[in-house]
């Protein structure tokens, strides 16, 4: 016990600044499908509301959530069973606004998250015309500091372009779908969930109770599940699968706006598991060290997980703000560098096993949960060492602030530079390659009878 409570502390502590994973999905998306004929070529897509779609699918929704709760029963490794009051049956008579929040609760998000009609353009793109929506009215998380999105409203019946639809919404999770979602955390819907109480990251911080279903920590030491078994409840593989399979019935009963919007939650989740920092508890670091660490925290020596909790927090913030400036400048002056060029890159795509439920798992979370010491070594090589090496520099909170890039540019060598990049890049092609087996895997599924 005293065991499991010290690595639920480690957990506790760096999860809490580091729920995201790549800065801003919709930079990647729109690079890994630009040229991928099936979303590229694809016929513009007529907008509908959510409650448009439910009103008219609810049946066939009804059956869907009932076979996703069997999956989930059977195939994860930790679920607590769905409330038999959230189910979700079909019911013509109630209004739109109750029948919407009724499948929210049975998917098990955030019932205030609207689902609003929006997208955000192609950053390589002109600026749309028109007013953009405010925040508020997309995203039910605080505006973060530094970073400005810019969402635009649709409307039924507008036509709107499949890869747009996609992009857009492999970015919406990290909006607020999966807020505030445990019994322990300040809502009004953590207690009917089922959920139980956060299982790592701080409770009381919005961003930190999404990390469960973010994160998802599949190839550790057995001698860390057995210390801490906590962190086998992680929920990435149910999100994929619930957004994915929903995608699928809206393409199969003609509803490819919620295909393609589905698709691309479905995909939000993979690419965060294509990330080491959410793939492994401690990248770069050995069971014996973790353990090592608790070990003395436990007799009352806690500085070396103190330590390591900030250190683990800063490298993933330093990578997630070198990746993210990088792209958006390189949107901004229409040029190429390794990042892009990667993620356009299809001649890895067949390589991989054939898409399955487990591919998420086994192929995506594994290879990135083997890349973390490279990328851990590669990060304390190439960046200032106060933000990758320090343990009394807390890079969180000043992050926006830092121009990482240009100190990165100035002070290392450009070896160093260049293996940063090109280890950035290897990343980002899997994210592409994984992101387009999926989509490809869905569309396969949907043109079956």
């Not at 940063?420 to 599924?445: K, Q, W």
Request: glycine share 6%; aromatic share 10%; net charge neutral.
């Amino acid at each position: 016990m005293k065991m499991r409570s010290s690595l639920l502390i480690l957990a506790v502590g760096f999860v809490a600044t580091s729920a995201m994973a790549w800065g801003d999905h919709r930079f990647p998306s729109y690079r890994a499908f630009e040229r991928m004929p099936e979303v590229a070529r694809a016929a513009p897509v007529k907008v509908e509301s959510l409650q448009e779609f439910l009103r008219v699918e609810e049946t066939g929704v009804e059956k869907l959530l009932a076979q996703q709760q069997a999956w989930a029963e059977g195939n994860l490794q930790y679920y607590p069973v769905l409330p038999t009051a959230l189910a979700f049956k079909a019911n013509p008579s109630r209004d739109d606004e109750t029948r919407k929040k009724a499948f929210l609760m049975a998917l098990r998000v955030a019932p205030n998250y609207p689902f609003a009609l929006y997208f955000q353009g192609d950053p390589r793109k002109p600026r749309p015309a028109g007013a953009p929506l405010v925040h508020g009215a997309v995203n039910t998380l605080p505006m973060s500091a530094g970073v400005a999105f810019s969402y635009f409203p649709l409307q039924s019946n507008q036509t709107i372009d499949a890869l747009t639809v996609l992009a857009t919404a492999s970015e919406e999770p990290d909006n607020g779908v999966d807020i505030n979602l445990w019994s322990d955390n300040p809502s009004d819907w953590g207690q009917l969930m089922g959920l139980g109480a956060q299982p790592f990251g701080n409770p009381s911080l919005p961003y930190s109770s999404q990390a469960p279903f973010h994160m998802g920590f599949y190839h550790e030491s057995p001698v860390i599940y057995k210390a801490a078994g906590f962190v086998t409840h992680t929920f990435p593989l149910l999100r994929h699968h619930q957004f994915s399979s929903l995608s699928i019935l809206a393409f199969r009963t003609g509803h490819p706006y919620w295909g393609w919007r589905f698709a691309g939650l479905a995909l939000h989740y993979l690419q965060d598991l294509t990330q080491p920092f959410h793939a492994s508890l401690s990248p770069g670091d050995g069971t014996a060290k973790v353990i090592g660490i608790n070990v003395l925290a436990m007799v009352g020596l806690p500085r070396w997980k103190d330590e390591l909790i900030i250190l683990l927090s800063n490298r993933h913030l330093a990578l997630e703000s070198y990746q993210a400036t990088a792209m958006r400048r390189n949107a901004t002056l229409q040029r190429d560098s390794a990042l892009e060029v990667s993620l356009r890159a299809m001649d890895k795509d067949g390589t991989y096993p054939a898409w399955s439920d487990n591919y998420l798992r086994d192929t995506v979370s594994a290879q990135a949960a083997a890349k973390g010491a490279e990328l851990v070594q590669t990060l304390l090589n190439s960046m200032p060492k106060t933000y990758v090496s320090d343990p009394k520099f807390d890079f969180g909170p000043v992050s926006s602030t830092i121009a990482l890039n240009d100190e990165v540019e100035t002070a290392a060598s450009s070896e160093a530079r260049q293996h940063l990049e090109s280890t950035i890049a290897e990343l980002l092609g899997n994210l592409g390659a994984h992101s387009r087996n999926a989509i490809r895997g869905i569309l396969r599924v949907s043109s079956q009878p």
